[in-house]
């Protein structure tokens, strides 16, 4: 029997518009901050701001990108979003003043809340259900392939041609995202007749649980993405410190086509229990390294464990709510998600304050192997106990 087909034009456009979404992401991520504090002078805290502004900008909007995917359809909320995001990339050449950044990096974290949400709701779409859990691993490596290559591209642009080269590269890559979106063909589908403005039409409920696991976790990764480079240094590894998300990507690329695979195979549970351990024990070897072997070692177990997990609890936030609310499931899942990113940078810079480095990474492998006993009470046990009810009522139906 033959596999649908799953890398058709649309899949490849919608990677791509997520691809650039996030290198500009990225790209602005690590140098906005630099540039606040070298041009405007400003104080570290009003530099973090940059990156917090837009994030929390970002969280807010993807619930209600969630409500108008389901009212309005997908292309007008996906092009709507990209429209002010690539705008939103224009305006940085314009502020003088460090309030005047922020106020576009709200703006953009709009553009970026309701794209993200609407990219990863068309790609839940486009893939045949048969391979969703090998669709979304391949398309998540979208985004962690810009995860490599923004820092590098950003760092570059900045330190050798200075802000306004930053700029123009970022503007580029914010309208590659617009063009690639707009090659993406969506059929026409039933929207929600729902109108009235409700709390509880913002979040999808059956996406709750897998999304609380995945911003419990997300906590660690954010000492990740904003420390292990000083972590690095602090080691005397400054000369490999930028090859980490390298191998991150590499050991993801290796293992993508198997991971995808054996979930829609095997399900969920047979991936995730052994990604969490591997998640642990890269982060327990993070915090012991003492040469550059272990260092980017733990790099290659975190990229496999963590690269696994995130794929595989978004596909069960999808795969758990009905076909016109997946929408509202991404939105759902990617806003408590982003609130773990956002609430674990913020903990952790007042963690490092009291211990080192290799402490918290240490601590932090038993930190994630509590999220396999979360992952068991909120995914494994509580479907167990649905597909029993299930059964049951199954089986009075036949007997009635």
Do not use: C
């Not at 058709?8 to 990677?15: L, R």
Request: net charge positive.
């Amino acid at each position: 029997m033959n596999k649908p087909k799953l890398w058709t034009k649309n899949f490849i456009s919608i990677s791509l518009s997520n691809f650039f979404l996030f290198l500009t992401f990225y790209i602005l991520l690590v140098t906005l901050p630099i540039f606040a504090l070298k041009d405007f002078h400003s104080s570290a805290t009003q530099a973090g701001l940059m990156t917090t502004v837009f994030l929390l900008s970002a969280i807010i909007s993807r619930p209600l990108a969630g409500q108008w995917l389901e009212k309005v359809g997908n292309k007008k909320v996906l092009l709507t979003a990209l429209i002010i995001f690539a705008g939103a990339s224009l305006l940085y050449f314009f502020p003088k003043t460090v309030m005047g950044f922020l106020a576009i990096r709200l703006l953009h974290g709009v553009g970026f809340g309701m794209a993200t949400t609407a990219v990863g709701t068309i790609v839940a779409d486009i893939i045949p259900i048969s391979r969703r859990g090998e669709g979304m691993g391949y398309f998540v490596m979208s985004t962690n392939m810009a995860m490599v290559l923004g820092p590098f591209f950003g760092l570059m642009a900045i330190q050798q041609w200075g802000a306004q080269i930053l700029f123009i590269v970022s503007v580029i890559v914010a309208f590659g995202a617009l063009v690639t979106g707009l090659s993406v063909k969506i059929t026409k589908t039933e929207h929600s007749n729902q109108s009235a403005f409700s709390i509880r039409n913002l979040i999808e409920p059956s996406a709750v649980p897998i999304a609380i696991v995945g911003g419990f976790l997300a906590i660690v990764y954010s000492a990740l993405l904003s420390f292990v480079s000083v972590y690095a240094n602090e080691i005397h590894l400054e000369h490999v410190s930028s090859l980490f998300f390298v191998v991150y990507a590499i050991v993801l690329l290796m293992s993508r086509p198997f991971t995808g695979k054996w979930l829609d195979r095997y399900g969920p549970n047979v991936i995730s229990y052994p990604a969490i351990f591997l998640f642990a024990m890269g982060m327990f070897v993070l915090g012991k390294s003492g040469g550059a072997v272990t260092f980017l070692v733990s790099a290659g177990m975190i990229g496999l464990g963590w690269g696994t997990l995130f794929p595989t609890f978004q596909t069960i936030a999808i795969q758990d709510a009905a076909p016109r609310k997946r929408g509202l499931a991404t939105a759902t899942f990617l806003s408590i998600y982003d609130t773990g990113i956002a609430l674990g940078s913020f903990l952790v810079g007042l963690v490092v304050a009291k211990m080192d480095y290799s402490s918290l990474y240490f601590l932090s492998s038993f930190y994630v192997l509590i999220g396999a006993v979360l992952y068991y009470f909120l995914h494994t046990r509580k479907r167990a106990v649905s597909e029993k009810l299930t059964s049951r009522e199954n089986l009075t139906v036949k007997e009635s």
